[in-house]
């Protein structure tokens, strides 16, 4: 059974940094794209940065030159460092695995989220 668990949440003050990691197991045949996705209380789930499995990467431009993701293919884990945090950064992180099987079907897999707090 596969699994996204995250890790590298937590409290930091206005202007601190903070590394997110999420490391997939389970029956893996092939991963694709890999992501962040953030949800504010109140607001939706949106997404932060994606990379793809070339290493092809976007970032949503509240976070640019803020943030930056990578992934380790060998360990199936990607990463997301977040360094000038600021308060509107407040929120669960998700990460999102889109996983391919043998025949090329598309499967999305969620974390269970980490929480990131921003003081001001």
């Known amino acids: 059974q596969v699994q996204l668990v995250e890790s590298g949440g937590g409290s930091v003050q206005a202007g601190g940094s903070l590394r997110l990691s999420c490391a997939a197991s389970?029956?893996?045949?092939?991963?694709?794209?890999m992501a962040w996705y953030r949800q504010a209380p109140g607001k939706q789930r949106d997404v932060v940065a994606s990379?793809?499995?070339?290493?092809?990467?976007a970032i949503t431009d509240s976070v640019k030159g803020r943030f930056a993701i990578s992934r380790d293919n060998a360990k199936n884990t990607v990463y997301l460092q977040m360094n000038s945090l600021k308060p509107e950064d407040t929120a669960v992180y998700y990460c999102?695995?889109?996983?391919?099987?043998?025949?090329?079907?598309?499967?999305?897999?969620w974390g269970q989220g980490t929480r990131v707090s921003v003081s001001s």
């Open positions: 999102y695995a889109d996983l391919r099987t043998p025949l090329g079907r598309s499967i999305d897999y």
């Open positions: 990379i793809t499995s070339g290493g092809n990467t």
């Open positions: 389970g029956g893996i045949f092939r991963i694709a794209t």
